[in-house]
């Protein structure tokens, strides 16, 4: 009985042992799956059309370069609204930063444009992009364009909630806040506001700003961008 206990006991001390042994051992850190690049290949089409209009009607260089989504593409009146500039406008709908990252060498660097103009982000975090995820896009984009272009100073157009994406628009002001922070002193990059444009006395977006979509701005919401812009343009 004597020898039964001693075995049980020894047992149980080597179990014990082996368990401190193995909790003392480092742990391997977790490993995090590496970001799948943004795949673009769906613009292809678009930015095609862009060369090859560019190979009938180069556009001029030291020009003022508006890039985006949608709201780029469907400021119609962008080259009316600043007459006296020189104005290029490559907006390609439902498009996301990356994308405009992605084919920069195609539709920005060949221009040497005097300034560039980037609307986007809401599709982004519409399509599921964390708001980090978003900004680091918006470096990506300064880097790509800075590389080639160091003297071109580069303007981020801060988003403005939209009624039918009202339940991202705390996300669209945090990566606007974002934007702020990460350009502050530095040389050619500026940020400009137009969240609070669109928001009415009940501090909602305003309906008579939208077309009947309620995310894209019709007339007098383009109206409101384009002042907005207005003065950070070149003297």
């Known amino acids: 009985m004597k020898k039964l206990i001693h075995l049980s006991v020894a047992a149980v001390l080597v ?5 401190v042994a193995r909790a003392q051992q ?3 850190a977790a490993v995090t799956p590496a970001p799948q690049p943004h795949d673009s290949s769906k613009w292809e089409k678009a930015i ?20 985006g989504s949608s709201t780029i593409v469907r400021w119609k009146t962008l080259a009316q609204d600043y007459a006296e500039h020189k104005v290029i406008n490559r907006g390609f709908g439902g498009s996301q930063i990356a994308d405009s990252v992605n084919f920069a060498d195609r539709i920005i660097i060949p221009y040497a444009p005097r300034a560039v103009f980037l609307r986007a982000g809401g599709n982004d975090l519409n399509a599921g992009k964390s708001v980090e ?3 680091n896009d918006y470096k990506a984009f300064v880097a790509k364009i800075q590389g080639k272009l160091p003297e ?3 303007f981020f157009i801060g988003l403005s909630p939209s009624i039918a994406r009202w339940k991202q628009a705390d996300k669209e002001k945090e990566l606007n806040s974002h934007v702020q ?6 040389p050619h990059l500026k940020y400009i506001e137009t ?12 309906e ?8 894209h701005f019709n007339a007098e919401g383009n109206k409101l961008l384009a002042e907005k812009v207005r003065p950070y343009l070149p003297k």
């Open 15 to 19: 179990l014990v042992s082996s368990l």
């Open 26 to 28: 480092p742990q391997s």
């Open 48 to 67: 095609a059309a862009f060369e090859a209009q560019d190979k009938t009607n180069p556009p001029p260089k030291d020009a003022l370069l508006f890039i």
């Open 133 to 135: 995820q978003v900004f």
């Open 152 to 154: 071109t100073d580069i």
């Open 181 to 186: 922070g990460y350009i502050a002193g530095k």
């Open 195 to 206: 969240y609070d444009m669109v928001l009415g006395a009940d501090g909602k977006p305003r």
């Open 208 to 215: 008579d700003l939208f077309v009947e979509d309620k995310l």
